[in-house]
């Protein structure tokens, strides 16, 4: 597990933000059209930021890390908020920009990238995380996984 925490998600969406760029370019015959394409973007990209900015506010609340490459100096198990929904609310939001993109791209191939980037976020971030919690916190994050899922 050597690219585990290695890769921080914002240079994660970075690279698949330019990997959709580069198959919409590169294969036009895939472009589709939507009407009010528009419309679903900013709405998506509105609820991507209020789930982002809900997310950082717990963590701060808390006052725990919301440093993804340093779990180990994690303070406590957040819970409520909007971590009482899902346990990754910040990678959701980061999924919701790439679906925005998409669209904003108008390239079916896009979406490719989409389950890309939730594989390689579960596997090399989200997994190393929560194993570092169920070490840290190993009651409290195991009835907070039982409670509630992974994305959402």
Not at 20 to 34: D, K, N, R, V
Not at 42 to 71: C, E, M, N, Q, R
Not at 87 to 109: D, E, G, Q, S, T
Request: net charge positive; with cysteine.
């Amino acid at each position: 597990m050597k690219l585990a925490l290695k890769v921080i998600p914002p240079v994660q969406l970075g690279i698949c933000a330019s990997l959709m760029f580069g198959l919409a370019y590169y294969f036009p015959q895939s472009h589709f059209a939507l009407p009010f394409s528009f419309i679903l973007i900013i709405f998506l990209l509105a609820i991507a930021s209020i789930i982002g900015v809900l997310a950082l506010y717990d963590f701060h609340k808390h006052k725990t890390t919301y440093h993804p490459h340093t779990p180990e100096k994690t303070s406590t198990v957040v819970d409520s908020g909007i971590y009482a929904y899902s346990r990754n609310p910040m990678y959701l939001a980061l999924v919701l920009v790439l679906f925005a993109l998409a669209l904003y791209l108008k390239n079916f191939i896009c979406f490719a990238v989409i389950p890309l980037f939730i594989y390689y976020i579960t596997r090399y971030q989200i997994k190393p995380e929560e194993e570092m919690l169920n070490k840290l916190f190993p009651i409290d994050y195991h009835v907070y996984s039982q409670k509630v899922r992974r994305w959402l």
